[in-house]
C-alpha cells in the first residue's frame, strides 16, 4: 500500500504562496518550481538505498553509505512536469529523464497521449512521475496506468498542489503508490482548476497563455 506524503515544511509552504501570487512572474515562477521540486525530492528520495563502499578520505580508509540499487527514472508529465526536472536533477544529476506527453481536452478535460519517450529498462527503475497540479488525476492515472503497462512495479508519484478530488481519484486507481503532495488545496471549480491554486502552471513556466 502507498503512502501519500503532504510536505510539512515552512520553506516549501511559503514558496507555495509566492507561486500562487498572480505578480510572480515568469522568471520567478519557474525559479520557484525547481526550487520546491528540489525540496520536496528530498522528501520523495528518503526512502533509496545506500551500501558501504570503500572510500580512502585524506586520513584513512573507511566503508561509507553510498546510494544503490534500482536506478532512477524521472519522468514529467508534459508539458508543466518539466518545470520541475532540474530540480530532482540537483539531487540525482544521474537519473534517466523520460517524457509522458499528455492533453487535456478542454472541453471533456479527458487526457490524451500524445508523446512518450522513456528510459530503457524503465520496468528496472525508481520511477518519479511528476506534475505540479494533481486537478483531476486524469493525467496522472493515465501516466502511471502506461508506465505499469511498461511493467514499472516501483513507481512514486509527486506534485506540487493537489485538489481532493484528484489525489482521491490517483489513490483509488493505484493505491500501491506513494505520492508526495506540496499543498492539498480545496477543490477543483467549473473548469477543473484547482481552487485557490496557481492558474494553469503550464503557461506560467513558459510565459505562455
Ligand atoms: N492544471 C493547472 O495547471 N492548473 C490547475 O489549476 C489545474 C490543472
Redesign the pocket.
Same mark, same amino acid.
Given at each position: 500500500m502507498g503512502n501519500v506524503n503532504i510536505i510539512n515544511h515552512p520553506l516549501v509552504k511559503h514558496k507555495i504562496t509566492l507561486m500562487r501570487d498572480e505578480k510572480t512572474g515568469t522568471r520567478e515562477f519557474r525559479i520557484l518550481v525547481e526550487e520546491v521540486a528540489m525540496l520536496m525530492g528530498y522528501e520523495a528520495m528518503r526512502d533509496l538505498p545506500t551500501e558501504d563502499v570503500e572510500v580512502k578520505t585524506p586520513i584513512t580508509t573507511r566503508k561509507l553509505p553510498m546510494l544503490c540499487g534500482k536506478k532512477l527514472a524521472i519522468v514529467p508529465i508534459l508539458r =508543466?512536469g518539466l518545470g520541475m526536472v532540474s530540480g530532482l536533477l540537483a539531487l540525482v544529476p544521474s537519473a534517466k529523464v523520460g517524457h509522458i506527453g499528455l492533453y487535456r481536452d478542454e472541453v471533456t478535460h479527458e487526457p490524451h497521449e500524445y508523446y512518450c519517450k522513456l528510459p530503457d529498462r524503465i520496468n528496472e527503475r525508481l520511477v518519479i512521475v511528476c506534475d505540479p497540479?494533481l =486537478?483531476t488525476g486524469g493525467s496522472a492515472i493515465q501516466a502511471v496506468d502506461f508506465l505499469k503497462d511498461k511493467g514499472c512495479k516501483n513507481i512514486k508519484f509527486m506534485c506540487i498542489i493537489a485538489a481532493p478530488e484528484g489525489l482521491d481519484a490517483l489513490r483509488t486507481a493505484h493505491p500501491d503508490i506513494d505520492i508526495y503532495v506540496g499543498n492539498l488545496d480545496e477543490k477543483l471549480n467549473e473548469d477543473?482548476?484547482?481552487v485557490p %491554486?496557481l %492558474?494553469? =502552471? %503550464?503557461d506560467r513556466i513558459f510565459g505562455t497563455k
Open positions: =508543466a497540479m =486537478a477543473a482548476y484547482i %491554486g %492558474g494553469d =502552471a %503550464g
